[in-house]
């Protein structure tokens, strides 16, 4: 079972900025592209972004383009995702998410194989 921890949480003001992080322990980090996901309560879990194993390939959901970015750092085994100009639409519980297609760029929630236990992220107006 692969474990992925989360850290970041927070509450910030609309147009702050937060950056979460997702550590995979063990040494298989950099066999998985690593992908972000947020669910706002009574709404589906949606893609936000998502990074392939070398972080040469990258996807971001047109709602968070050019605020949000991700990125990594394998000899750290840890994922990030850097969220700028956040909005009060942002608040969600956010999650991190292994992929074992390494070379994948996924939108799909059914895709990754393992998930972090979610933090929140509350920005108000």
């Known amino acids: 079972q692969v474990q992925l921890v989360e850290s970041g949480r927070g509450l910030v003001q609309a147009g702050g900025s937060l950056r979460l992080s997702c550590e995979v322990p063990?040494?298989?980090?950099?066999?998985?592209?690593m992908g972000w996901f947020r669910q706002a309560p009574g709404k589906e879990r949606e893609f936000v972004a998502v990074?392939?194993?070398?972080?040469?390939?990258?996807n971001y959901a047109a709602s968070v383009k050019g605020r949000f970015t991700t990125s990594r750092d394998n000899a750290k085994n840890t994922a990030y995702l850097q969220m700028n100009s956040l909005k009060p639409e942002d608040t969600a519980v956010y999650y991190c998410?292994?992929?074992?297609?390494?070379?994948?760029?996924?939108?799909?929630?059914?895709?990754?194989?393992?998930w972090g236990q979610g933090t929140q992220v509350t920005v108000s107006s």
């Open positions: 990074l392939s194993y070398s972080g040469s390939n990258t």
């Open positions: 998410a292994a992929n074992s297609a390494r070379y994948d760029v996924a939108v799909r929630v059914l895709a990754y194989d393992y």
């Open positions: 063990g040494r298989t980090f950099s066999s998985y592209s």
